[in-house]
């Protein structure tokens, strides 16, 4: 009934004006000013079925059987749409007796979610050099000095504010004038790590760096001698020359993990698989339970005692048992105490049930559990401190390797090249990183004590709270470290 009175409504407003009483026409109303529709990319569902409808009812209810093309004209008049989507509906309605289902678009991924650890890294240096130099790191002086830089990418001023929020830097005041500093509990994970790992080095513990990567079909060098005399095929052509090198797609990828030290890869301990997807970020082709498994491979390969330093990634840190949070019903929380004999009064509120044990005595996390059993330490690197992790380096050698002799740019060809990669990277090059990550942390603690100097009279800051780590290498080069 609503739908014959709405369209009853349309088509009058739609038809021509009646003459009067007097014989006359009555004075046409004033133009009514339409109002424009936001431009939508597909129509719901439930409006699909309305345009059905509605073509089906001027089908049946016209007094002469009109052609399909005034149909489609006077649907997308009564729905507002264009004929073309009346058209795609009403053909495919027609054939499979159903409205088509709304197509499910990619979603777009923000230009911060697209940089890689290496390039964020570069950003935080870039930061933490106003401090050596006893510069207030502004927003604006970070920019300026991001955007000179040739080996990093150009940004917007508003995407420089998202990185940075995204490093977990604070905004604050400090004597009227602006000052960015690192949230205060990473700044306190960064100094626990540095202290733990040099008292790991001080009692002659091997230290293992592990991480993972990836690697694409079309993986080539960014930077190559062009000849700009040539400007055409054809003239290089007639001058029997090339036209130079072409752009390969990106093609498969492959994602890799391994672990090494100063000594060297640990032998057999490669873990190498073809990705599902392209491109993306490759932190989803992987789950805890794979990792798990060639974790403990890696277990039987090392000597009780040792250190293993990784990341947070999310299949890094799965937890042995969930632990209760404000998300949980008021019961679920009260069972899980009593699994634990934890003393609780049922009219305490959530809250109050949540204070009555230390959440960190209850997350253990199956990677570090696991390793213990073994009499292996699990050491976790800050969140966005690649520079840390010496494998960083050693993947960029590896990845330049691929890069200068990939030609055919095959499955076949990565695969081995990257075994040959891996084969040139010995205990010399592994030696020059370690000691290159050493000199990092000696700045990073020389840096800690700058930052408690700075941050002297500061007022609370707005804290931006950001989790999740991820970490991956690009191809880049450092020429001090190429193979």
């Not at 079309?218 to 290089?236: E, F, P």
Request: aromatic share 10%.
């Amino acid at each position: 009934m609503c739908v014959q009175l709405y369209l009853f409504l349309r088509l009058y407003l739609m038809s021509e004006p009646q003459p009067g009483a007097s014989g006359t026409a009555p004075p046409a109303p004033p133009p009514v000013k339409k109002r424009k529709l936001a431009v939508k990319k597909q129509l719901s569902q439930r409006e699909k079925k309305f345009l059905v409808n509605i073509y089906n009812h001027l089908e049946k209810t016209s007094p002469t059987y009109p052609s399909k093309m005034e149909l489609y004209k006077t649907t997308s008049k009564i729905m507002d749409v264009s004929e073309y989507i009346v058209r795609d509906v009403m053909k495919h309605y027609t054939q499979n007796q159903e409205v088509p289902q709304p197509k499910e678009r990619p979603a777009n991924r923000a230009i911060i979610d697209k940089l890689d650890d290496f390039i964020l890294s570069a950003i935080r240096r870039k930061v933490h050099k106003f401090y050596y130099d006893g510069e207030l790191p502004t927003i604006a002086k970070i920019f300026t000095a991001v955007n000179e830089d040739d080996s990093l990418p150009n940004f917007t001023f508003g995407t420089m504010y998202r990185i940075l929020k995204k490093l977990n830097f604070t905004y604050c005041k400090r004597s009227r004038k602006s000052i960015l500093l690192d949230r205060p509990d990473l700044q306190i994970w960064r100094v626990n790590y540095l202290l733990k790992i040099n008292e790991y080095r001080e009692q002659n513990k091997k230290i293992y760096y592990l991480d993972e990567t990836w690697l694409n079909e079309g993986h080539t060098c960014n930077y190559v001698w062009m000849d700009n005399d040539i400007k055409s095929s054809r003239q290089a052509f007639l001058g029997g020359l090339s036209s130079g090198l072409k752009n390969p797609q990106k093609g498969k990828r492959l994602i890799i993990t391994h672990i090494g030290n100063e000594d060297g890869f640990l032998e057999g301990a490669d873990w190498v698989f073809e990705a599902k997807k392209s491109d993306g970020d490759y932190h989803g082709e992987m789950d805890a339970h794979n990792f798990e498994k060639w974790f403990k491979m890696v277990l039987d390969k090392i000597l009780p005692g040792s250190v293993i330093v990784m990341d947070n990634a999310p299949y890094h840190s799965r937890q042995l048992e969930r632990v209760p949070n404000m998300s949980w019903r008021k019961d679920a929380i009260q069972e899980w105490l009593r699994s634990k004999n934890i003393a609780f009064e049922t009219r305490e509120i959530k809250a109050q049930l949540l204070t009555k044990f230390d959440k960190k005595k209850y997350v253990l996390k199956y990677v570090d559990e696991l390793a213990a059993s073994k009499g292996v330490t699990v050491l976790r690197l800050p969140p966005y401190h690649c520079e840390l992790n010496p494998i960083e380096l050693i993947w960029a050698q590896v990845k330049s390797y691929v890069g200068r002799n990939n030609k055919s740019f095959k499955m076949a060809e990565i695969k081995t090249l990257l075994n040959e990669g891996f084969a040139r990277i010995g205990a010399k090059q592994w030696s020059k990183c370690v000691n290159h990550v050493l000199k990092e942390e000696e700045e990073l603690k020389k840096l800690d004590g700058i930052l408690d100097t700075t941050s002297d009279d500061t007022v609370v800051p707005l804290i931006i709270a950001v989790t999740g780590d991820t970490s991956d290498s690009d191809d880049d080069e450092d020429e001090d470290l190429n193979l």
